[in-house]
């Protein structure tokens, strides 16, 4: 059984710790430029939650600034959030939608007073040095291991294992932060070991790329999330990377509420959106 002493939220200063979605949309962002489907008609409305910007996450905790993924959209997500400081970055997999940000991320670090820490597997790394080569004054480097626990500013992170490449030894990472966080924006299938990461978690923002009756080889449709998030018992199930596939943002909601209400799922599920803010 996964030791909860291991991964605690509810410490001092716990108030002050939210999850921010930056972006929640897929490799290529929402709305695609020429085309005039619906969603994207959609998404050219302003205010809309059917625009999407590719998936990352900010976590605020006392103070500091963790981020997941660091898209090509990286600095207009940290400008619109008003975000001028990085303290950590987390990185699920190599994919230039989750990594094609590092070099902008310069134009933050170096006006910092202290270099931000990369939390990278090896396999991710290998793929990586080449282009990080001219920031490390601004950038430190930690290497990390799926199922090996870390702390951070307090808080235990847990990076596990799942299965999201179509290339054979293309490591891709989940991660439990708490006992109440998991973050796991690309997904194929998650191997049964890593499965007790996810389990009973509060808040679980998963891969639900695909709208139903899809089938695409590197990404969850979104009733394989549902069912997944159902049978782990996570009590707040969030979809993230959100194709162009769904429906309009209010459409598919309506939708996937009544999904859930047939099915009578005891977890809530909710579609995400940039900018949805997570309170933990």
Sequence with gaps: ???????????????STQLTLFGTGPASPIPRIYCQCRVCT????????????????????????ILFDASPDVLRQLERFKTY??????????????????FDLDDILRKQKHPATLYV????????RLILEDTKPWMTIQKITAGH??????????????????????????????DKLVYASD???????????IAGAEHAVLDGCFWFDTHFPTHFTLDETIALADRLRVK?????????????????????????????????VAIAYDGMTIPL
Excluded at 153 to 165: D, I, K
């Design 1 to 15: 059984m996964l030791n909860k002493s291991h991964f605690n939220l509810s410490k001092k200063g716990a108030g």
């Design 42 to 65: 959609d998404a050219r409305k302003d205010g809309s939650r059917s625009r999407r910007s590719r998936s990352s996450a900010l976590l605020r905790v006392d103070g500091k600034q």
């Design 85 to 102: 400081q990085v303290d950590a970055l987390f990185l699920t997999h190599a994919h230039s939608d989750a990594v094609g940000g590092l």
């Design 121 to 128: 597997e090896e396999g991710t790394w290998r793929r990586l």
């Design 149 to 178: 626990a870390l702390k951070v500013f307090g808080l235990e992170v847990m990076p596990f294992r799942v299965e999201h490449s179509a290339q054979p030894g293309f490591p891709t990472l989940g991660y439990r932060i708490g």
């Design 187 to 197: 997904i194929k299938s998650v191997p049964q070991a890593a499965e007790r990461f």
């Design 236 to 268: 707040k199930l969030y979809l993230t990377q959100i194709s162009h596939n769904y429906p309009p943002y209010p459409e598919a909601a309506r939708v996937v509420a009544e999904y859930c209400r047939k099915q009578n799922l005891t977890a809530k």
